[in-house]
């Protein structure tokens, strides 16, 4: 089988600037998922038939392609935005991205299960739902609270976090707390009652179970550094929305799925 070089970040580009997802090309050149992204890591070469279907999905020459130029034809979308387009368009209009009553009952299950650990303050709630959010959208390219991030100093910070922690307080939902972790100030949150998780799956609450057992014995200092070091954080600037599609370039040990024996 005959491979050939093409530059993988030119791929990203074009194909980001259609609005089509790894899925969706993966589907329409017919390889695997996995195979996609090792190609769009630049982890695999394109075969000749690979990169022509490619060529031809976004109206251009196979030289063209390969020589780093974009499309500037006004192309159809492709059978698979079709479907998407038509399953999804309501969903986006009466759904806001940050699913916030979902996020409320799964904030009450973490402090459930883990906020009664000396460890654990707001700044380790933090970087937990930063790591459940997009370790979440890395497996399954969807989102799971969909909660908004930006880039400050001590890591990855969900946005409107203090706005809805007041109105849960305020509703009796938890209670705000003040203490001590060795010599600094802790703020700590107790829950006032069982969340409800009957809008949360099966597959979603494996998931959360599985960062908290990862992740919550690290104190403040420990998983701030940790996410320092994740790609969604390092590579936008200080105040910034942190971008979901980052995950995608992320190595070990933050990388969530193995692309070889990938099932999806």
Known sequence: MVHMAFDPHHLRQIRKKRGISQEQLSVEI??????YFQIEKGERELTI???QKIADIFGMTLEDFLGGKDAHVSLPDLPSQKKAKAEKSDMRINIPQEKMEKFRE???YILLKIGAKPNVGETVIYKILYFIDFDFYEKYEEQLMGLK???????????????????????????RVKSKYFQYDQKKYVPRREPDLSGVSSQELRHIDAELARLSDMNAAQIREFSHED???????????LDYEYVF???SPYSMRSYDNDPL
């Open 106 to 108: 799964i904030l009450l």
């Open 249 to 251: 370039y992320r190595e």
């Open 149 to 175: 991030y930006i880039k400050n100093h001590h890591g990855p910070s969900p946005v409107g976090f203090t706005k809805v922690v007041q109105q849960m307080e305020a509703e009796g939902d938890l209670v």
């Open 30 to 35: 017919g390889i695997s998922r996995p195979t």
């Open 231 to 241: 790609v969604p954080w390092k590579v936008h600037k200080m105040g910034e929305l």
């Open 49 to 51: 038939t690979e990169a």
